[in-house]
């Protein structure tokens, strides 16, 4: 089971800080982003574009999220890249939604990276 404080960030928090390992370099990289909660499932998206950490996630699946807001946990995690153009569209629209962001929807679908996030070890 998941300890309380990381459960409650998980659902109020939105920054956070990722590692993971370099595509090419093989050597960890960290960087801030947001996460987002659709359905109870949490996802790393952007702006549309090209991202280092998307690559670096889709060579390693495998990296490290951390809580850094309400509470400080670092979570291993499994990325799962979302590329079905349904199951984008319809996980973005939530979350363009959420971000004021309708009118862009089809600009993020066409080119915003998205990944689901799985937690691979309880706190």
């Given amino acids: 089971m998941m300890e309380p404080r990381v459960s409650t960030a998980l659902k109020t928090d939105q920054t956070i800080e990722i590692t993971t390992?370099?595509?090419k370099s093989g050597r960890p990289h960290r960087i801030e982003t947001w996460f987002h909660v659709v359905e109870g499932k949490i996802y790393l998206t952007g702006n549309p574009g090209k991202r280092d950490w998307y690559a670096n996630l889709l060579a390693n699946p495998e990296f490290i999220f951390h809580l850094k807001e309400s509470t400080q946990a670092d979570l291993?995690?499994?990325?799962?890249?979302?590329?079905?153009?349904?199951?984008?569209?319809e996980i973005l629209a939530k979350i363009t939604k959420s971000r004021g962001e309708e009118r862009q929807l089809d600009s993020w679908v066409a080119g915003s990276p998205?990944?689901?996030v799985s937690f691979t070890e309880e706190h």
């Fill in 76 to 89: 291993p995690a499994t990325a799962r890249a979302i590329t079905d153009p349904v199951e984008r569209r």
């Fill in 21 to 23: 390992m370099g595509k």
């Fill in 114 to 116: 998205l990944v689901e």
